[in-house]
């Protein structure tokens, strides 16, 4: 088996790094393509949680010992590395959550509930995952404003032209939006859309959960409002986030969780709050996690994305030319600039039958509608089988792909 691949990435050195992907599965070497939904750890990571609770265990902040010192430093030169790691101009400007989800949850209640008044419009792609579609359904409830779909066609791509349209009425307050698809894949162009919300006197979010792990991000040069992602998309643990907001928003927006860390007085009269980012951080957060995270994001760091990403889509474009050989297999988001997810339907076959009997061969897929309804509503399908892919994959995980499609289309 070749150990580089056709644009000179190495992932097989770098599987070797990812100890759950020497096992086998169903008396089958592991194929994980499910990366969209969570990628998976290197060693490093895994070993910096250990050694944080067999070393280091303390809670972080205000300890006058030697264990708090040195848990507080790694976790806050974790903030300091996403800073480095997007561009942000502050590490203030990052506040740790439990993930993408809390992070937007945090800025529909914190800036919506702040803001929004009735008659005003919140707009969202019709691709959104549900976790920004949903709490700006909430909100807006609450205020009297609308939530709106930016339509998608056919292919998965945003249509621009109806962003314009519907920027123009001067209602809309913030463009909430995904920098790439989870379900199809789409990378939406995001500059463009922060120009246009911003011409129009709206703020703009932008969901970079499926971004991150695949690409850099420079907050200096997407100039959002607010930027959002999970530290388990980019090799890191669950249970951590991240928002990124631009300060003069964050210091105006009130806190959405009270308790300790985020206060800086507390009186039966009333309390005053700390200052950024633990404003926002109230009660013990995930120390071990984000400390994960600063391992991953050293991780990454050390690694080539450019060609990484480059790997990842010589993957897809492999894939998806093999997949239109194969009779009764359907392609769902064909937009030009993807990202190295490939959702598909085999004719004749319900997509969580296929995910079911590819695990039995040892494949990891997704299956369903992604947390993305709206869209295969528009599709008129109950969902795909979903195939990402990442750094540690190979041409020959999607030779066996296709192998096990092979053998589910006999079945079926």
Same mark, same amino acid.
């Given at each position: 088996?070749?150990?580089?691949?056709?644009?000179?990435?190495?992932? @097989?050195?770098?599987?070797?790094?990812?100890?759950?992907?020497?096992?086998?599965?169903?008396?089958?070497? *592991?194929?994980?393509?499910?990366?969209?939904? $969570?990628?998976?750890?290197?060693?490093?990571?895994?070993?910096?949680?250990?050694?944080?609770?067999?070393?280091? %265990?303390?809670?972080?902040?205000?300890?006058?010992?030697?264990?708090?010192?040195?848990?507080?430093?790694?976790?806050?030169?974790?903030?300091?590395?996403?800073?480095? *790691?997007?561009? +942000?101009?502050?590490?203030? @400007?990052?506040?740790?959550?439990?993930?993408?989800? !809390?992070?937007?949850?945090?800025? +529909? %209640?914190?800036?919506?509930?702040?803001?929004?008044?009735?008659?005003?419009?919140?707009?969202?792609?019709?691709? !959104?995952?549900?976790?920004?579609?949903?709490?700006?359904?909430?909100?807006?409830?609450?205020?009297?404003?609308?939530?709106?779909?930016?339509?998608?066609?056919?292919?998965?791509?945003?249509?621009?032209?109806?962003?314009?349209?519907?920027?123009?009425?001067?209602?809309?307050?913030?463009?909430?939006?995904?920098?790439?698809?989870?379900?199809?894949?789409?990378?939406?162009?995001?500059?463009?859309?922060?120009? *246009?919300?911003? +011409?129009?006197?709206?703020?703009?979010?932008?969901?970079?959960?499926?971004?991150?792990?695949?690409?850099?991000?420079?907050?200096?040069?997407?100039?959002?409002?607010?930027?959002?992602?999970?530290?388990?998309?980019?090799?890191?643990?669950?249970?951590?986030?991240?928002?990124?907001?631009?300060?003069?928003?964050?210091?105006?927006?009130?806190? =959405?969780?009270?308790?300790?860390?985020?206060?800086?007085?507390?009186?039966?009269?009333?309390?005053?709050?700390?200052?950024?980012? =633990?404003?926002?951080?109230?009660? $013990?957060?995930?120390?071990?996690?984000?400390? /994960?995270?600063?391992?991953?994001?050293?991780?990454?760091?050390?690694?080539?994305?450019?060609?990484?990403?480059?790997?990842?889509?010589?993957?897809?474009?492999?894939?998806?030319?093999?997949?239109? @050989?194969?009779? /009764?297999?359907?392609?769902?988001?064909?937009?030009? %600039?993807?990202?190295?997810?490939?959702?598909?339907?085999?004719?004749?076959?319900?997509?969580?039958?296929?995910? $079911?009997?590819?695990?039995?061969?040892?494949? +990891?897929?997704?299956?369903?509608?992604?947390?993305?309804?709206?869209?295969?509503?528009?599709?008129?399908?109950?969902?795909?089988?979903?195939?990402?892919?990442?750094?540690?994959?190979?041409?020959?995980?999607?030779?066996?792909?296709?192998?096990?499609? @092979?053998?589910?289309?006999?079945?079926?």
């Amino acid at each position: 088996m070749a150990t580089v691949s056709p644009v000179g990435f190495d992932a @097989e050195r770098v599987r070797a790094d990812f100890p759950i992907l020497q096992q086998q599965v169903n008396g089958h070497p *592991l194929v994980y393509l499910d990366n969209a939904a $969570t990628t998976q750890k290197p060693e490093v990571v895994i070993q910096a949680i250990v050694d944080y609770y067999r070393e280091d %265990n303390s809670n972080v902040h205000r300890g006058a010992h030697t264990l708090a010192d040195r848990a507080t430093a790694k976790f806050e030169a974790a903030r300091g590395k996403v800073r480095d *790691l997007i561009h +942000a101009a502050h590490a203030h @400007e990052i506040i740790w959550t439990r993930g993408t989800t !809390e992070s937007i949850n945090l800025v +529909a %209640n914190s800036w919506g509930r702040g803001n929004l008044q009735p008659g005003d419009r919140v707009l969202v792609s019709a691709m !959104e995952h549900h976790a920004n579609i949903v709490p700006w359904q909430m909100v807006a409830a609450d205020c009297g404003a609308s939530v709106e779909p930016i339509p998608v066609d056919e292919s998965g791509t945003l249509d621009m032209q109806a962003l314009r349209f519907m920027l123009d009425d001067g209602r809309v307050k913030m463009v909430a939006c995904g920098h790439v698809s989870n379900a199809l894949g789409s990378i939406n162009p995001v500059e463009e859309i922060v120009q *246009l919300a911003h +011409a129009a006197g709206a703020l703009c979010l932008l969901d970079g959960a499926q971004a991150i792990g695949h690409f850099n991000v420079d907050m200096q040069a997407l100039d959002c409002d607010f930027y959002v992602f999970s530290a388990h998309k980019l090799f890191g643990p669950t249970g951590v986030g991240v928002l990124y907001g631009k300060s003069a928003l964050l210091e105006a927006m009130q806190p =959405w969780v009270g308790g300790g860390e985020m206060i800086e007085t507390v009186s039966f009269a009333g309390s005053t709050w700390n200052q950024l980012p =633990w404003k926002f951080e109230a009660g $013990t957060p995930d120390i071990a996690g984000v400390i /994960g995270f600063g391992a991953a994001i050293d991780y990454v760091q050390g690694l080539d994305r450019v060609a990484a990403e480059a790997h990842e889509l010589e993957l897809l474009h492999y894939a998806e030319s093999r997949a239109r @050989e194969v009779p /009764g297999m359907r392609l769902i988001g064909t937009a030009a %600039n993807k990202i190295a997810v490939m959702s598909f339907l085999l004719e004749g076959a319900h997509p969580a039958d296929v995910g $079911t009997l590819l695990d039995q061969q040892g494949v +990891a897929v997704r299956t369903g509608h992604h947390c993305a309804q709206p869209i295969m509503d528009q599709y008129a399908i109950p969902g795909t089988v979903r195939a990402s892919f990442s750094i540690y994959n190979t041409r020959a995980d999607v030779d066996r792909l296709f192998v096990a499609l @092979e053998k589910v289309r006999q079945f079926l």
